[in-house]
């Protein structure tokens, strides 16, 4: 099990969680490796899977392929938990902090092998999206095998259910 930080317990708006799968419409089995409170999860199709270290479920013990991960992962431990969502899924949308996909160099081999980033959508500040941080944070969807540019999308007020592209 891969020890992360009590700060990377950060529950996601349910109205963000749902405009994101709405966003997404994922196919195929999917998957929540953080599930907390259930906000993505609960708005998945079925087939769909739930992984929670506090319910002791732990992500890093799963191995099963998914065609869709869709969470807010554990800050902390993201160069890990992003390497094992590429293990696992064929599609990987991570809500955190944007600067998040550019990071490091091991992140971008890590990005570059499995395939590329194919999406940001920024949601403004961490604050505005009920996180105890300002950081801008965005969605990050990763595709196995995606070759192209990175498509970028602004919302506004997503929280409040308003959504503008």
């Known amino acids: 099990m891969k020890q992360h930080c ?4 950060v529950m996601t708006n349910r109205v ?4 994101i799968i709405e966003h997404y419409r994922p196919t195929g089995i999917c998957l929540d490796p953080c599930a907390g409170d259930n906000a993505f999860y609960d708005f998945l199709p079925n087939p769909k ?4 270290i506090r319910e ?3 992500f890093f013990d799963f191995d099963n392929k998914v065609d869709w991960i869709i969470t807010n992962p554990p800050y902390s431990i993201y ?3 992003l ?4 293990a696992v ?3 990987v949308v991570f809500l955190v902090p944007i600067s998040k996909a550019f990071k490091s160099d091991k992140i971008e081999r890590l990005v570059d092998t499995y395939g590329g980033l194919a999406e940001i959508i920024y949601l403004g500040t961490g604050r505005q999206n009920g996180f105890p941080f300002g950081f ?3 969605c990050l969807h990763y595709k196995r095998g995606y070759v192209g540019d990175i498509a970028v999308t602004k919302w506004y007020k997503v929280g409040s259910g308003v959504k503008n592209a």
């Open 83 to 86: 390497e094992h969502a590429f």
């Open 6 to 9: 009590a700060n990377d317990v």
């Open 16 to 19: 963000t969680a749902q405009k």
């Open 136 to 138: 801008a944070v965005g």
């Open 79 to 81: 160069n890990n938990f």
């Open 89 to 91: 899924a064929d599609n």
């Open 56 to 58: 002791g479920i732990d």
């Open 49 to 52: 899977i739930r992984c929670e």
